[in-house]
Nanobody
């Protein structure tokens, strides 16, 4: 009932920048919160950044000051601007959106994941 489409991954050199996007579509009535997670090979998925419907943000300590999460409510889209990228930022990045359907049921959906590789 809710589809998430991610874009913006790829290969970037250390110190470079990339912006990820995640657009939600479907029977969405409202969105409570949107977030980005990442999972490197052999590691657990971890929260990178999150933003609430009111605009409050939360960041992992390892990305604070380098990454910025934002949202476009009209487009049901969340962005993750990543600057000063490091090799340790290499991961598959997933977006997650929590909200309410037009049926008034809550939903919790994940994107398909997009690979980001930071390497020279």
């Amino acid at each position: 009932q809710v589809q998430l489409v991610e874009s913006g991954g790829g290969l970037v050199q250390p110190g470079g920048s990339l912006r990820l996007s995640c657009a939600a579509s479907g029977s969405i009535f409202s969105i409570y919160a949107m977030g980005w997670y990442r999972q490197a090979p052999g590691k657990q998925r971890e929260l990178v950044a999150a933003i609430t419907s009111g605009g409050s943000t939360n960041y992992a300590g390892s990305v604070k000051g380098r990454f910025t999460i934002s949202r476009d409510n009209a487009k049901n889209t969340v962005y993750l601007q990543r600057n000063s990228l490091k090799p340790e930022d290499t991961s598959v990045y997933y977006c997650k959106i929590i909200g309410q359907l037009t049926t008034m049921s809550d939903f919790d959906s994940w994107g398909q994941g997009t690979q980001v590789t930071v390497s020279s």
